[in-house]
């Protein structure tokens, strides 16, 4: 994810908002497709805290080891999550009541 915002116009960001989120915990769901087939290449899904956000930068998530990870700063894809148990497919870990979910698709640039 860690790629510029495929947009040609970045989303308009609340600092305000981007205040407020800072601290609270997100689970992120990306899916990589292929540009031309639109055939599912992978899927990845990580969960944190939110550590920074910025205008300029990115939204950065702090997963429990300080490992960060970071997702566009778009505020308008950071929805309120359910109450409840949400299930990695990946790992099987079970992260309980997240404040954000946060669904991305990303299509790779082709090779030259």
Known sequence: MNEPYANPEPPEFDEDR????????V???????DRDSHEVLRL???H??????SRKGWIVVRWSDDTERSIPPDLS???PAAS???RL?????IVVDPDYLSVW???????P
């Open 44 to 46: 990845e899904q990580f």
């Open 89 to 93: 497919k990946s790992t099987g870990e």
């Open 27 to 33: 689970l992120v769901g990306v899916t990589y497709r």
């Open 105 to 111: 698709t990303v299509y790779p640039k082709k090779d």
């Open 48 to 53: 944190g805290v939110v550590a920074r956000a």
């Open 77 to 79: 894809k950071l929805e």
């Open 84 to 86: 409840g148990n949400y």
């Open 18 to 25: 981007a205040r407020q989120i800072i601290g609270k915990r």
